[in-house]
Each structure stands twice: as C-alpha cells, then as structure tokens.
C-alpha cells in the first residue's frame, strides 16, 4: 500500500532563512508526487509537480528515489509563505494520498 | 469558470441524521474524489472515483456512502451521522493526463464543508 509520510506537523523559521519540508513515501510502482499548499481561508491547490521539475514561489523539490524523499525547498523564506503544505503521492487506479500535512510558519 | 463546487458549506446535525454532500464539478474531469480534514491527521481518503458510475473505496470508507450518476457531481452520503464523522470535508476532482498507468494530473479542490455531528 502506498503511504506519503511528512514528519513535521510545525516549522517555524524566520524570514529569510532557507527552508526545508520533508517528504517520504512508500510506493512499489513509479510515483507522481506533488506539493499541495492551503493559505489560509483558501483552498488547497498545487504548488508544484515533480514531472514538471518547474519552482514555484520559489520553491523547488526534488524526487530522491533511492532515499523514497521528496523534501520541498526554499533558499529564502517569505512570510507571505506561511501556510500549510501536504505532499501527494499519485498512484495507478487513479489515487491520490496525502501526508499529514506541515505547517509552516515564517517569523518576521 | 466555478471549477470545484461543494454544498453545503456547514452543517450541524444530530447523531442518526442522514445527510448527502454534494460535490460538481465543470471542468470535465474523470477523477473524482472525496477527502476528510482532521487536526494532525491532514487528509485522508475516503471514496474516490474513477469515471461516471465508478466508485472506488480509499483509507477510510466506514459510515460513507458515494455516488457518480453525472459525471460532473460526486455526492457523499452519511446515513446514520456519528460524532466521530465531525470533520471538514473536501472534494476535489482531477484530469487524467497519464503516464504510464499513473495520473500525473493535478488535483483540484472544493472549498470544504464544515460538518459537525452533535
């Protein structure tokens, strides 16, 4: 069964300072993986997309296949990114699990 | 363009009421599916479907009951609310760009129901 694993529920950092989300997943088969993000009083939508390999807002991910990670990453942080992120894992049969969430707060 | 559209927006209802969420969608999507939102356990999948008249059991089914007549609508039912059912509810729907046997579309949400079950 495939499972999306993010170890932080908080992550606190003061703007400007690099940040970085984890993400591990568990998956027998090739997996898509996404970066969801939900600010607050909005809904949930796509940050980015590793098949994509685009940055978005800055921020970039890489998938790491041999270490199953696909930790979310940012050289600055802005508080205007202060929200919650969930990483995503697409697998065949049309399923989309999420992890636990994080959520990051950027200190001025 | 409406994109994902859930009703209602809250809801408060009683233990043993029945109740029916209902998600559409007018982007065309295949994919369609239904998640829960609780504190520190993110969002966890509770049916989902594949095309009109699928539907597919995810992480946690119990106490659910879904239907796909339309392609377009994707309704959640509750037959006998329990307190544990309390929870935001979103919908989301999704493309079916495909690699492989994997969809590597994106998913779009809803903006949430808000039920609690008294």
């Known amino acids: 069964a495939q499972r999306v694993t993010q170890p932080e529920k908080l992550l606190s950092v003061f703007k400007g300072a690099p940040v970085e989300l984890k993400c591990n997943y568990s998956y027998s088969g090739s997996p898509e993986l996404f970066w969801y993000v939900q600010y607050s009083r909005q809904r949930l939508q796509l940050l980015l997309r590793?098949?994509s390999r685009e940055s978005i807002k800055g921020f970039t991910a890489d998938l790491n296949k041999g270490e199953t990670s696909f930790h979310l990453k940012k050289p600055f942080a802005q508080e205007e990114d202060s929200a919650m992120y969930y990483c995503?894992?697409?697998?065949?049969?049309?399923?989309?699990?999420f992890g636990d969430g994080t959520t990051l707060t950027v200190k001025p | 363009n409406a994109g994902v559209t859930q009703t209602p927006k809250f809801r408060v209802l009683k233990t043993g009421q029945s109740m029916t969420l209902l998600c559409a969608q007018d982007?065309?999507?295949?994919?369609m599916y239904w998640y829960r939102q609780d504190p520190g356990m993110g969002l966890r999948l509770i049916h989902y479907s594949v095309g009109e008249g699928t539907t597919a059991k995810g992480e946690v089914p119990d106490g659910y009951n879904v239907s796909r007549l339309k392609k377009q609508n994707f309704l959640l039912g509750l037959e006998s609310a329990a307190p544990s059912q309390t929870s935001v509810y979103f919908c989301?729907?999704?493309?079916?760009?495909?690699?492989?046997?994997?969809?590597?579309?994106?998913?779009?949400f809803g903006e949430g129901s808000r039920l609690t079950v008294l």
């Open positions: 995503a894992l697409n697998t065949n049969a049309g399923k989309s699990t």
């Open positions: 590793h098949i």
């Open positions: 989301a729907s999704s493309t079916t760009r495909t690699s492989g046997y994997v969809n590597t579309g994106e998913l779009f």
């Open positions: 982007m065309n999507h295949e994919y």
